[in-house]
């Protein structure tokens, strides 16, 4: 069973720096895109980054200079540096990515990390 695992997340104040990674495990062939999505309390998941199997990026605007995301194809990880971290950072943190497994290609989601920035 494939699973994505992520580690990272905790308690840091404005202004700090956190680094989230993400580990894809079990038979996995192949990724496409793969990012970070985060919710906040009481607000919809939304974007805050992708890294595409190519290699480019894309951002949300509000993260955009401050966050970078990799990868790592051989091991199937995605990371997610962050950078002067704000309060309204503050969230939990999802790994996404686009699998190839032994049912073909499928959006798999991580349980999520909690980031908590205080000010």
């Known amino acids: 069973q494939v699973q994505l695992v992520e580690s990272g997340g905790g308690l840091v104040q404005a202004g700090g720096t956190l680094t989230l990674s993400c580990a894809a495990s079990?038979?996995?062939?192949?990724?496409?895109?793969m990012g970070w999505y985060r919710q906040a309390p009481g607000k919809q998941r939304e974007l805050v980054a992708t890294?595409?199997?190519?290699?480019?990026?894309n951002y949300a605007d509000d993260v955009k200079g401050r966050f970078t995301v990799s990868r790592d194809n051989a091991k199937n990880t995605v990371s997610l540096q962050m950078n002067s971290l704000k309060p309204e950072d503050t969230g939990v943190y999802y790994c996404?990515?686009?699998?190839?497994?032994?049912?073909?290609?499928?959006?798999?989601w991580g349980r999520g990390t909690q980031v908590t920035v205080s000010s």
């Open positions: 996404n990515a686009d699998l190839y497994t032994d049912i073909g290609w499928s959006i798999h």
């Open positions: 079990g038979t996995i062939y192949g990724a496409r895109d």
């Open positions: 890294v595409y199997q190519i290699g480019s990026t």
